[in-house]
Each structure stands twice: as structure tokens, then as C-alpha cells.
């Protein structure tokens, strides 16, 4: 899961995802484009509506996305349009950017629909993107499983 700083949107994903597959065969996993918040928590809005709805994601850090991610992970999720031109810029074959894809686009096929990242915004987007992600995630989770 890759948004810009690793503090809202990508730790959603990754609570929500990790959630939702058996932690025995997969492993779950975020990180943004951007090093502004390595190793801090995620934002207090994202912590606050995960608990709300029944998840802890106060334990994740941030860190950056590095070439090592496309050896690690079988399938990236990107948050937004700029996260994809930043991770695909990273792809050394065409392998790698195979991996890449934008997280509502399994529930948006072929549309390119963007998570908006809250940060900015009041709480009220940080339930939106929850509930975003939450249906994605539900897609991805039955894909793998």
C-alpha cells in the first residue's frame, strides 16, 4: 500500500488489508513515495477512524518506498495517480511495473480513480477514504484468497 508520506491513506489500506487475509500466507505492508514522516505514526485522524471502526493501526511507521518493495511484494497498491508515476518511475523491468496498480481501480476498473488524501481536510474525509478503502480491500482480499 503506497500513498505520498505514509501517514493516512497507506496505513488505512494496510490495516484494512491485513485484517481481511490470514496473516500465516500473507504478508501486508505500507509506505509512501515521500520521506517527510519516516518513522513516525500515522496521523491521529487515520489512527482515530481505524479504532473507530475496530482497528489499530497506531503501531505502523512510516517509511519510504524503495526498489527493494517490487523483490518483496507480489502486488503494489497505489493510492493516487502521482504514487503511481512515482513508484513506476522505480520499475526496472517491465516485471516490476506489472506489480503497480491503483487500489480503486479494483472497484473502479480501468478509471484511474484517485483516494483523495485527507490530510488537508476535515475528519469527514478520513471516513470517506476509510470506507474507500475498506470496499477495495474487501475486492482485493477475495482476489487473493
Not at 470517506?128 to 474487501?138: H, I, K, N, P, S
Request: aromatic share 8%.
Amino acid at each position: 500500500m503506497v500513498c505520498l508520506g505514509n501517514i493516512c491513506r497507506s496505513p488505512l489500506a494496510e490495516g484494512l488489508l491485513r485484517e481481511k487475509l490470514d496473516p500465516t500466507r500473507f504478508e501486508v505492508d505500507s509506505t509512501g513515495t515521500g520521506s517527510w514522516h519516516v518513522g513516525n505514526a500515522p496521523d491521529p485522524r487515520s489512527v482515530a477512524v481505524a479504532r473507530k471502526n475496530g482497528l489499530d493501526i497506531s503501531m505502523l511507521r512510516g517509511r519510504q518506498f524503495s526498489h527493494q518493495d517490487f523483490i518483496d511484494f507480489d502486488h503494489i497498491y497505489v493510492m493516487d495517480s502521482s504514487n503511481l508515476s512515482n513508484v513506476l518511475d522505480l520499475a526496472q523491468n517491465d516485471q516490476e511495473a506489472q506489480k503497480v496498480s491503483m487500489i480503486l481501480d479494483t472497484i473502479f476498473p480501468g478509471e484511474k480513480v484517485d483516494v483523495p488524501d485527507p490530510y488537508y481536510g476535515g475528519d469527514d474525509g478520513f471516513d470517506r477514504v476509510y470506507d474507500m478503502l475498506d470496499q477495495a480491500c474487501d475486492v482485493i482480499s477475495s482476489q487473493l484468497s
